[in-house]
């Protein structure tokens, strides 16, 4: 209960400045296309420089949680996840928004990631040493596996064709070989100059989702009729509240997964989000709702994804291993104030340390204030007449595309992939299991050749990746979750064909 | 009409000179860039913002420096960007690391060479150090040897990727005990390497000093050796490959430093090696450097164009065959 | 054959051939070692997509409506603006120049008022100056992401 004594740090008036400003500007940050809480936190690290230790870790802490939860706000209202981790969320959450429920679903999502980033920051405080061993476990194999585990899910995740489904992965993990051979450093299918940098996923993302709908706006063109995209009717915060409560499944289901995942090093955040939105649709007995903008989705996706927040420090302050690139970013901010995480930072920096966690604690309470508040205003955001919404979400693409690298590239880039994902779609693809695939591919790529050459250094590939308990479980979940995905969709399948003869039209493949 | 159209020529010509001898003047005149090749929280990225910081200074360069990240690739993608894509007008730098563009550029497969660049000044050196587990029964440079000479290509040392200074260091030990390691590049830079070293995973690795540093003030490492040519301020005990018997020298020293576009106007080159060895030696930015372990070796321009030829050569030789 | 099935056809033809020239270089560029990855995914990938066009073939494949002549009627015009402001407009205009005028351009073709009406253009122009004013403060003054700025700024 050490941590508690340090709550005055918080509550310094300056403290309490740099905590507000911190929590609202990165939730504008992470609803801006194109900047992921990696950057928003880079962006912030020159303010630390003329701040106390305490002051500045405070104002990163507070940005990072903002940030990943402000990425749900472009997903839901936009359609343009700002990150990986809010991939999930759009799925649902811009069903919702365009059925009208966008200010449900931001309050939803809000709330969803207040417990979910609660539960992950009281871990960080409570089972730190015995969770640094633990995340020390997952080594090359390990990670091999966990992407491939990630994999298996491609086929069912928002795809109502099982086979077009695991195409759409199939070509993400192609995507995601072009340019740089990360390892032996040779071009792969550079197929013209811009490629030659590879894919960078913000751009892909935004291009992937943004995109499609752009075109599917211009689709509908000059229509007289409802001039307005939709209706925003207000919806009442207790009415959520109640909502979040009911949906415990689903609650979680997210926080269990986003926290087990946002310890491991180098996969973390940016699939905790899309496993858990899988996990929580498997287990739910309205299965077929998820992806129709069905609440438990985006509670499930939001809840996870800040439930990685606190546990992707445990890393890192104990072992001085960045877990994931934002956490590489606030590694840069202790350091530059002498501080240099390892197991024994609790003891020789406590009031750093704690006033730290804490702020992240308070931060997540602040963010869901000021979330909740904005989220009817910025629901009608949505509200604009469809030719305005056309034309700012592609403006925003490209600016969005743009400033990751600001790369000319990563925007033409951005623009094939929307296109060619707008006819995929057409025919019955989907932008998720591509994406999936595109992020998973280098994990597992990367992962594998480093394996094998530490393999042939020692007893062989069969027994690196095959043996050892950790590999035996995962390996065992993969194939059961292989087997799973199967059974389901072929049996279902098999039923929707027979119905499709007698009924002639069917829903689903 | 010849004579018209001859004049407006002329007229466009001069405006453009005049108009380029004014950019030099006020140059800057707003933020100047610095692309990155690694990820942001790097070692690189990290060093980066912190000597940039008081770029902003009136008495300096009295614009900021934004950092810009291009990871991918070992840092090709980013300076393939930088030589192909940036501009040379010297509102976009880039930062530099030795040996490894070079190395990547003897390679081959890449669209830069040390002539693609001009550079400006350099703010860090940071050596590569070999590293071992704290339990690790390897406790000298020589035990590490001896292993390795009887298990030939057993010994796993991870590294932050192929051509790299910390592949060139493996490389250099290599031929220095005529024995063989298996050298493992991990993704993700030197935090990768590291943790695959204290996680058991590797027997040995090899890594930036400023990271294995901090990694053992933590107590997860022991530091066995430093590839330089002679011992850090950082870490007095730790003896040089020299001193543990290997002739290894200072080609794996990891440089980093500013360089431009080939083809900015000499006008700002001169400006930039004027103000930004200043900005590097600001007492601010000597503190902070210090307290997060990095070490500082600035450079002035000439300096470095010398020491970019050298490595060339000693790369190129090292290289060779491989 | 309907139009239906023909319309799925022919994606699955292009998916497929993709399959066979990523296969193609996976298993003949050097260095092989930097391709084990792409010739592993490209064996699965060939698989799915045979299985995808055999689907589209026999008529199985149904989800997905494909594309009618008329959407593609109403996306042209939008499509023209994208392309041009993404590459060309964006660099040889400027980012805030060439998309002030794709704002105005898209809005005023998708819009249904009227387009003779003089107080319709007057709110079209309002409203992408309001708009370009947001993204200019956003980016450039906030982000301080420096845009190329082509002919004007």
Redesign the interface.
């Known amino acids: 209960m050490e941590f508690l004594s340090y709550f005055g740090g918080v509550f310094e008036p300056v403290a309490l400045a740099l905590l507000f400003g911190g929590t609202i500007g990165g939730l504008i940050l992470g609803a801006t296309p194109g900047l992921s809480p990696t950057m928003a936190v880079a962006l912030l690290i020159p303010f630390t420089f003329h701040l106390a230790p305490t002051q500045g870790l405070i104002l990163l802490g507070a940005a990072y949680t903002s940030t990943v939860a402000g990425g749900a706000v472009s997903a839901i209202l936009l359609k343009i996840p700002g990150a990986p981790a809010n991939i999930a969320t759009a799925l649902d959450g811009n069903e919702m928004a365009k059925r009208g429920e966008g200010a449900r679903a931001l309050q939803l999502s809000f709330l969803a990631s207040g417990v979910g980033g609660l539960i992950g920051v009281m871990l960080l405080i409570f089972l730190t040493p015995v969770l640094a061993q633990w995340a020390l476990q997952f080594g090359f194999p390990h990670l091999f596996w966990i992407a491939i585990l990630g994999v298996t899910v491609i086929g069912s995740l928002d795809s109502k064709s099982f086979v077009k489904g695991l195409l759409s992965g199939c070509i993400g993990l192609w995507l995601s070989t072009i340019g740089y051979d990360d390892i032996q450093g040779a071009e792969r299918f550079v197929f013209f100059d811009a490629l030659s940098g590879g894919i960078t996923i913000i751009p892909a993302l935004i291009g992937l989702f943004a995109i499609p709908q752009v075109i599917e706006m211009f689709a509908k063109g000059r229509r007289e009729s409802k001039v307005e995209s939709l209706e925003v009717p207000k919806y009442s915060f207790m009415d959520s509240v109640r909502e979040l409560f009911s949906s415990i499944r689903a609650l979680s289901i997210g926080t269990v997964v986003g926290s087990v995942i946002g310890l491991i090093p180098g996969v973390g955040g940016q699939i905790a989000g899309l496993v858990a939105y899988d996990q929580a649709r498997n287990f739910s007995p309205l299965k077929d709702k998820f992806g129709t903008g069905h609440s438990e989705g985006v509670i499930a996706a939001e809840s996870a994804n800040n439930a990685m927040v606190g546990p992707s420090l445990v890393p890192l302050l104990t072992l001085s291993i960045p877990g994931s690139p934002t956490a590489a970013v606030l590694l840069g901010g202790l350091l530059i104030h002498g501080i240099f995480p390892g197991s024994d930072i609790f003891t020789n920096h406590p009031e750093v340390v704690w006033t730290f966690i804490n702020s992240m604690l308070i931060g997540q309470i602040l963010m869901v204030i000021f979330g909740i508040y904005t989220a009817a205003w910025a629901a009608r955001i949505a509200k604009a007449p469809v030719p305005i919404m056309a034309s700012g979400v592609l403006v925003l693409a490209l600016f969005g595309s743009y400033s990751v690298g600001q790369s000319m590239g990563d925007v033409q880039i951005m623009l094939i992939l929307g296109v060619g994902m707008y006819i995929l779609e057409k025919f019955g693809f989907s932008a998720a299991p591509l994406v999936l695939g595109l992020i998973l591919g280098p994990i597992a790529a990367d992962n594998f050749i480093t394996g094998s050459r530490i393999a042939d250094a020692q007893d062989g590939p069969w027994v690196y990746f095959f043996t050892g308990p950790l590999n035996i479980v995962l390996v065992t979940m993969v194939v059961a979750s292989i087997g799973y995905s199967f059974w389901t969709n072929m049996l279902r399948s098999t039923f929707a064909d027979k119905s499709q003869k007698s009924a002639g039209e069917a829903p689903a493949e | 009409m010849k004579t018209l159209l001859k004049t407006a020529t002329l007229s466009v010509a001069a405006l453009a000179v005049s108009a380029t001898m004014a950019f030099a003047a006020d140059y800057p005149e707003?933020?100047i860039?610095v692309a990155v090749s690694y990820?942001?929280?790097?070692a690189t990225?990290?060093q980066a913002?912190?000597v940039t910081?008081v770029a902003g200074n009136e008495d300096l360069l009295g614009q900021p420096i934004?950092?810009?990240?291009?990871p991918?690739?070992?840092g090709?993608?980013g300076w393939?960007?930088f030589a192909?894509?940036a501009e040379a007008d010297g509102?976009t730098m880039s930062a530099y690391n030795i040996p490894h563009f070079i190395a990547?550029s003897i390679?081959g497969?890449v669209?830069y060479s040390a002539d693609s660049f001009e550079p400006i000044a350099n703010w860090g050196a940071d050596p590569a150090v070999v590293v071992v587990g704290k339990d690790s029964k390897f406790n000298t440079m020589g035990d590490l040897i001896e292993y390795a000479k009887a298990n030939p290509?057993?010994?796993?040392t991870s590294g932050a990727?192929?051509?790299v200074g910390h592949h060139i260091a493996a490389l250099q030990i290599e031929k220095a005990c005529d024995c063989k390691l298996?050298y493992?590049?991990?993704?993700?830079g030197g935090?990768?390497a590291?943790?695959?070293v204290?996680?058991g995973?590797?027997l040995a690795g090899v890594n930036n000093l400023s990271d294995a540093f901090?990694?053992r003030?933590?107590?997860?490492v022991k530091i066995l050796g430093v590839a330089d040519l002679e011992r850090n301020s950082f870490l007095p005990d730790v003896p040089t490959m020299k001193e543990a018997g290997l002739d290894v020298d200072n080609s794996s020293v990891n440089f980093r430093g500013l360089m431009v576009k080939k083809g900015t106007p000499q006008a700002v080159i001169d400006v930039l090696a004027a103000k930004v060895p200043e900005m590097f030696k600001h007492k601010r930015v000597a503190s902070?450097m210090k307290?997060?372990?990095s070490p500082m070796h600035i450079m002035t321009r000439d300096e470095v164009k010398a020491m970019w030829a050298k490595r060339q050569d000693t790369l190129a030789d090292l290289l060779k065959g491989l | 054959m309907n139009t239906q099935r023909l319309q799925h056809v022919v994606p699955a033809t292009i998916i497929f051939g993709l399959s066979i020239i990523v296969a193609w270089l996976s298993f003949t560029e050097e260095p092989a070692a930097a391709y084990t990855f792409p010739r592993i995914i490209s064996i699965i990938f060939i698989a799915l997509a045979v299985w995808n066009f055999i689907r589209a073939a026999t008529g199985l494949s149904r989800v997905g409506r494909g594309i009618d002549f008329g959407e593609a009627k109403n996306i042209l015009p939008g499509m023209v603006i994208m392309l041009l402001l993404v590459f060309w407009g964006a660099k040889a205009l400027g980012f805030y120049v060439a998309s002030s005028i794709a704002f105005f351009a898209a809005y005023s073709f998708y819009d249904p008022t009227p387009l003779s009406s003089v107080k319709d253009w007057a709110k079209r122009a309002v409203v992408t100056l309001l708009f370009m004013t947001v993204i200019y403060v956003l980016f450039s003054s906030v982000l301080q992401v420096h845009t190329p700025r082509g002919l004007f700024f």
């Open positions: 707003r933020p860039g990820g942001a929280g790097g990225d990290f913002r912190i910081m934004y950092i810009l990240n291009k991918g690739a070992g090709r993608k393939n960007w192909t894509e509102y990547q390679k497969g669209k290509g057993k010994t796993t990727g192929l051509f298996a493992i590049p991990t993704k993700g935090a990768a590291m943790k695959a204290i996680a995973e590797v901090r990694a003030e933590a107590g997860n902070r307290a997060g372990g």
